[in-house]
């Protein structure tokens, strides 16, 4: 491009400047031929008269024309003297005076017979010479007058000079040249860095810059690149979290998957093909029964996981109070085996939502609560009225966890230890659930924790 | 014949791989964390560890690195090839991905132990004894002929013994994949097996699945 533009920038202007260098010499050129003419026309017309006069006032004292025409021709000796320009005369066809020693004249210069005066160019030996012939006028038509004016002097001084506009014509292209060279290389520096930046982009360096300088259209540009490679970055960015937040749901779901299948394969096997006690039997089939349940009680969360994002839900008003209560009821026998205490506290009458989502987000809420804490512990939910909007807390004093873990254990599968240890029961789908409710409630969800100290659940409800 | 530490989270599958292992007469210790695994190995001595990878607090991978002289073989839910050349090269024996099955848990278990111990294998049941190693067969200590493929349905029956072993897949461990034959081959040597050791109440014909050598425990 850079020398596309430099060859075509370079061409227009050598053939312009070129083109303008000849007009001007071709005029000049004329001008210089029309001025010889014209002064040989003047001068030919000037001695065609004066000859006349003589030859008239040799006739009139009786002398003959054709003796006297040395003497006549004195007066115009001075051009033989000079190289510049000579004199011929003819008598029909015959020389009968002439002032340069040489004659340069050829028989085609014979004028035309109505008068007029011819005047031609001829070139002998490099000079140009202009010739202007013309016949004497009657009485004496029968005599010709070639006059000859040597033009090589001035069409050499013309051709210098042509030749001079040239040579600066040469050094003003070269200097051009030169100059168009660097101005385009400083046009083409940004783009040549914007091909150098996106290859590197193309390559993977997602972090590389244009250095934005200046404010014109370039810089414009550079920085609208530097906006999108930013976007594509961003972009790139939230792809890969995706992909392998996807990946990590594969995996966790293929490990939830696995372990029951291996237990119930494996105990179905152990029933087939080992000879056993009843004790044996029995286990081996609680076993089956339980892992199956397992399975059964992943598919269901699933399946509820994936309903929530589409189905519609059910906006009605709910009685806080009851909600707890049924809540309560629901969790009663966890609550009675660690001997949880439990506190309910309520200033709002009644939540906007879907009855049973909501009561499954509390339960899931409640039900991690009463996980955390060990026996005689203690569980509170308050549902109070924060800056206008409605917050429902539930609040335990259990093991509690890190804040850098709280932002991620509604992920799907997490778990706190790294092992996807059963020991607490559940699927790792239960906060998952809770998330999903809690933004089809267009709510927030916010867990507030510390090791040792607890937790705190609160769902902050916003149209509600 | 052997203790065995099995270490795995999941109170089923620990279970059930404890009852696998006893089948054949090993004898098991179950742990469910790497903590209790790796006070369990400082005060007794194992033969073999069964290691689960994900394992509550510090992995399988943490605590193989602790006890690297005992043979291991990992266990894991995970099958992809990164965690499985990482098992391999830490110097793991072997690696079983979950969902096993009972037989390839027994035989990698087998193979594990003959490569590690290295004294005799012998097996003795009653009269009998069998030495592995000698591929011989007494009957109070009278030298018993056995074809190659009697002794290795022998092996094959003593190594999964008390479990049942459907035609197909005798076929398959004691002659290879690639054996087209009829399975009733099978129920002759079984019968000449019977025959020459007088284990003709010990291999059992099992109802609609195959034979099974029955062992007290």
């Keep these: ?464 | 014949m052997a203790v065995i530490l099995i270490v795995e989270d999941e109170i089923a599958i620990n279970e059930l791989i404890k009852k696998n292992l006893q089948l054949v007469g090993h004898q098991c210790t179950s742990v469910f964390n790497g903590e209790t695994a790796l006070s369990e190995l400082k005060s007794h001595i194992y033969d073999l560890i069964i290691l689960d990878i994900m394992l509550p607090e510090q992995d399988g991978f943490e605590v193989f690195e602790k006890v690297q002289t005992t043979p291991t073989i990992f266990l894991t839910a995970r099958n992809s090839l990164s965690d499985r050349v990482k098992g391999l090269s830490m110097g793991a024996d072997d690696y079983l991905t979950k969902p096993f099955e009972m037989l390839e848990l027994l035989a990698r278990v087998e193979a594990v132990l003959r490569r590690t111990q290295k004294n005799n294998q012998c097996f003795e049941l009653g009269d009998v004894r069998i030495d592995f190693d000698s591929h011989q067969v007494f009957i109070m200590e009278q030298l018993i002929e056995c074809t190659p493929k009697e002794f290795k349905l022998l092996e094959v029956l003593v190594n999964n013994r008390n479990i049942a072993l459907s035609r197909e897949r005798l076929l398959e461990l004691v002659w290879g994949y690639d054996y087209i034959g009829d399975s009733r081959t099978i129920d002759v040597h079984i019968q000449k097996l019977r025959k020459k050791l007088g284990w003709e109440k010990l291999i059992k014909t099992v109802y609609k699945i195959g034979y099974r050598l029955e062992v007290n425990q």
């Excluded at chain 1, 000079?127 to 040597?150: A, C, E, H, N």
């Excluded at chain 1, 520096?189 to 290859?199: D, F, V």
């Excluded at chain 1, 609040?395 to 778990?415: A, H, L, V």
């Design chain 1, 1 to 464: 491009m850079k020398y596309r533009t430099f060859l075509t920038t370079f061409l227009l202007f050598l053939f312009f400047f070129n083109l303008g260098i000849l007009i001007i010499t071709y005029v000049m050129f004329k001008d210089t031929l029309r001025q010889a003419e014209e002064r040989s026309l003047a001068e030919h017309y000037m001695i065609t008269s004066a000859i006349v006069k003589d030859f008239y006032a040799i006739e009139s004292r009786g002398s003959d024309i054709e003796e006297s025409v040395d003497s006549l021709f004195q007066p115009y000796r001075y051009f033989s003297s000079n190289t510049e320009s000579s004199l011929v005369l003819y008598k029909e066809e015959q020389q009968v005076y002439s002032t340069s020693k040489e004659t340069l004249l050829s028989k085609s210069l014979k004028p035309p017979k109505d008068g007029n005066r011819l005047v031609s160019f001829q070139e002998t030996d490099n000079r140009t010479y202009v010739i202007v012939s013309g016949k004497l006028p009657s009485p004496y038509d029968f005599y010709t007058l070639v006059y000859l004016f040597d033009t090589t002097d001035t069409i050499t001084s013309w051709a210098k000079m042509k030749n001079t506009l040239f040579l600066v014509g040469l050094t003003l292209v070269t200097l051009l040249a030169f100059g168009l060279l660097l101005l385009l290389n400083r046009i083409f520096k940004p783009l040549s860095q914007i091909t150098q930046t996106s290859r590197e982009i193309a390559a993977g360096a997602y972090e590389t810059r244009l250095s934005v300088s200046g404010n014109d259209e370039l810089a414009k540009m550079s920085q609208s690149f530097n906006y999108m490679a930013e976007e594509i970055h961003r972009q790139m960015k939230e792809l890969i979290t995706a992909a392998e937040k996807k990946q990590q749901f594969i995996d966790n779901f293929a490990h939830e998957l696995h372990t029951p299948l291996t237990a119930i394969y494996g105990y179905a096997e152990y029933l087939q093909k080992a000879a056993l006690t009843d004790d044996d039997r029995l286990s081996a089939i609680s076993y089956i029964m339980s892992e199956s349940k397992r399975v059964q009680t992943l598919s269901n969360q699933l399946l509820d996981l994936a309903n929530l994002k589409n189905d519609q839900i059910v906006w009605e008003e709910q009685n806080v109070n009851e909600l707890f209560q049924s809540v309560k009821q629901t969790l009663h026998s966890k609550i009675r085996k660690k001997k949880i205490k439990t506190d309910f506290y309520s200033e709002i009458d009644g939540i906007k939502g879907d009855a049973s989502l909501l009561k499954s987000l509390f339960v899931n809420l409640m039900d991690n609560a009463i996980k955390a804490c060990e026996m005689d512990g203690h569980v509170m939910i308050r549902a109070v009225l924060e800056d206008g909007k409605k917050i429902v807390c539930i609040q335990d004093n259990g093991k509690g966890m890190s804040p850098e873990i709280t932002e991620y254990i509604t992920e799907p599968f997490y778990r706190v230890e790294k092992s996807r240890s059963r020991k607490d029961g559940g699927t790792g789908l239960g906060l998952s659930i809770c998330k999903q409710i809690v933004l089809r409630h267009n709510a927030d969800l916010e867990f507030i924790s510390h090791p040792g100290k607890g937790m705190i659940a609160k769902v902050i409800f916003t149209t509600s």
